[in-house]
């Protein structure tokens, strides 16, 4: 492990902990489950790591579980009934074939590579429905917490879908590499992911913004 993934666990632990202080708002809750439970992982997956142990099958339960959790934050601001049912949907419908694919087609000892880019592409199209749903009324849209909640998985799953989507190619042909270059990636895109979640939970107020 290297000095760039030890430094995004910093900032993970860091936007946990401010998500604490604000956890009278339902969609920070969610998100501080969301950090809980990557952090978790994260020891999981290090502790694993170090026995020499296969560690990707915690990655297809982790899978399962942020795609469920992000969805719901992201739900949260959709008004439209049609587009909050067909995201609701989507999370048993995601949990089943993402297990049946690990578990009976891909195996779990590979890096869940395609659970990950179907995951990713979902995140997006729920993004965009997102970014079109705010309503910042009379306050700047810059103040306005979901576009920041929004902006940070946007930037998160854009940045890191083409890599992740082909990492087991990567593996085969060239280990080393694909480790540095999966871990240089990762990295940065975890950065903009927490820092920017870490402004989102600024945003918000003990007056709530109404969407």
């Known amino acids: 492990m290297n000095g760039w993934v030890y430094a995004y666990y910093v900032l ?11 956890l009278q708002y339902r969609e920070v809750r969610m998100l501080s489950l969301l950090l809980a439970v990557s952090i978790v992982t ?12 296969a560690f990707f099958i915690v990655y297809h339960f982790f899978v399962v579980l942020e795609y469920s959790l992000i969805t719901i934050i992201l ?4 008004r439209d009934y049609r587009f909050r049912l067909l995201m609701g949907v989507s999370i048993f ?3 089943i074939v993402s297990l049946f694919y690990s578990f009976v087609l891909g195996g779990w000892r590979a890096f869940p590579g395609i659970n990950i880019t179907i995951e990713s592409f979902l995140v997006i199209s729920w993004c965009l429905l997102s970014f ?11 103040r306005h917490p979901y576009f920041w909640l929004t ?9 890191s879908v083409s890599v992740n989507a082909f990492y087991n190619l990567l593996l085969e042909n060239d280990t080393a590499r694909a480790r540095h270059f999966f871990s240089v990636l990762n990295s940065l895109s975890n950065y903009l992911l927490y ?11 003990s007056t709530r913004i109404s969407l």
């Open 12 to 22: 993970l632990v860091a936007c946990f902990v401010m998500s604490l202080f604000h």
């Open 42 to 53: 994260e020891v999981i997956v290090e502790f694993i790591g170090t026995k020499g142990q």
């Open 75 to 78: 739900r949260s601001g959709i």
């Open 93 to 95: 419908i995601f949990g």
């Open 132 to 142: 079109f749903s705010i309503t910042p009324d009379e306050s700047s849209i810059f």
């Open 151 to 159: 902006l940070a998985f946007f930037v998160y799953f854009a940045a």
């Open 195 to 205: 820092i920017i979640l870490i402004k989102g939970v600024i945003c918000f107020r």
